[in-house]
């Protein structure tokens, strides 16, 4: 399991023009007002949800580079404004494509005789994966979820370690360019 949450986030998310993103917030919050953040603390031991070793860290790296390029600082959990947690996801996803093709010679006699007259029908079934990246700010103080991120691909092959943290830093940096969230016009 934690070989496939790895092969998750290595593979999540390749080409800028297939990520979808998006972010949901409290319209509560005074997000001006938040300076400082911290990791999350996994208390329980269970990682299954998490990923290991070095996607962890390119996760971490892409989230930390994008906060603190909005102002946050990083400080620790007793005196965080914000605590930040994120997790992985994978959905299988079937696609199903049926072609009709109503054209072509029918060189026998009867109805349908001479041009047009065929029609071929081709169906594909075509089972892929799609994996999710969600990012989660939490009030320390109220220790209520204030905003969330979430960022989804189809996931693909990338070979080499630069190829993943390409991958990585440009999906929290699609996610992270909701926040900020930005006042609503009435």
């Excluded at 400080?75 to 093709?101: E, G, H, M």
């Excluded at 994996?131 to 204030?146: M, Q």
């Excluded at 189809?154 to 990585?168: A, L, Y």
Aim: proline share 4%; with cysteine.
């Amino acid at each position: 399991m934690k070989n496939l949450l790895i092969f998750v986030v290595a593979l999540i998310l390749s080409a800028c023009s297939t990520l979808k993103s998006s972010s949901d917030y409290d319209p509560n919050v005074n997000f001006a007002a938040i300076k400082t953040y911290a990791w999350v603390v996994n208390k329980s031991g269970d990682t299954t949800y998490h990923l290991d070793g070095l996607m962890e860290q390119r996760v971490k790296s892409a989230v930390e580079t994008q906060l603190q390029q909005k102002g946050l600082s990083p400080v620790d959990a007793a005196s965080a404004d914000v605590l930040v947690n994120y997790f992985t996801k994978v959905d299988k996803k079937i696609d199903v494509d049926t072609f009709n093709t109503h054209f072509g010679y029918n060189p026998y006699y009867g109805p349908g005789w001479g041009w047009a007259g065929n029609v071929n029908t081709q169906t594909v079934v075509r089972e892929y994966e799609v994996g999710t990246l969600v990012v989660d700010l939490v009030d320390r103080a109220s220790n209520k979820l204030i905003w969330r991120g979430s960022v989804a691909d189809t996931i693909r092959t990338k070979n080499t370690p630069q190829e993943r943290i390409e991958v990585v830093n440009e999906a929290i940096s699609e996610m992270m360019k909701y926040y900020p969230p930005k006042a609503e016009a009435n």
